[in-house]
Nanobody
Framework: QVQLVESGGGLVQAGGSLRLSCEAS????????MGWFRQAPGKERVFIAT????????AYADSVKGRFTISRDNAKNTVYLQMNSLKPEDTAVYSC?????????????????WGQGTQVTVSS
């Protein structure tokens, strides 16, 4: 099993920045790609960013491209999401996820492990 714990969420003004972290523990050697997703109240979970195990391949949702950056440090079993130029519409619970096999994916249904999520609130 793999456990994922997110941190770094909070309240920030529009235009501000936050960096989310997702630390993995357990059988981390069994994971490959990792991703970030978010879910706002009353809305479906949506893809934000994903990164391959090597860190060389990434993909982003159009809504965050150019503002958010995903990265990973395999030595620390940690994935990061640097969020800049935050907007009120970025307000949501952000969750990280890991896959057991395969390349990175934008489909949340292909992920096997999930963290509990961290709240990000952007005020206008």
């Amino acid at each position: 099993q793999v456990q994922l714990v997110e941190s770094g969420g909070g309240l920030v003004q529009a235009g501000g920045s936050l960096r989310l972290s997702c630390e993995a523990s357990g059988r981390t050697s069994s994971t490959t790609a990792m991703g970030w997703f978010r879910q706002a109240p009353g809305k479906e979970r949506v893809f934000i960013a994903t990164i391959a195990w090597s860190g060389r391949n990434t993909a982003y949702a159009d809504s965050v491209k150019g503002r958010f950056t995903i990265s990973r440090d395999n030595a620390k079993n940690t994935v990061y999401l640097q969020m800049n130029s935050l907007k009120p519409e970025d307000t949501a619970v952000y969750s990280c996820a890991a896959r057991r096999t395969g390349l990175f994916s934008i489909d949340w249904r292909t992920y096997d492990y999930w963290g509990q999520g961290t709240q990000v609130t952007v005020s206008s």
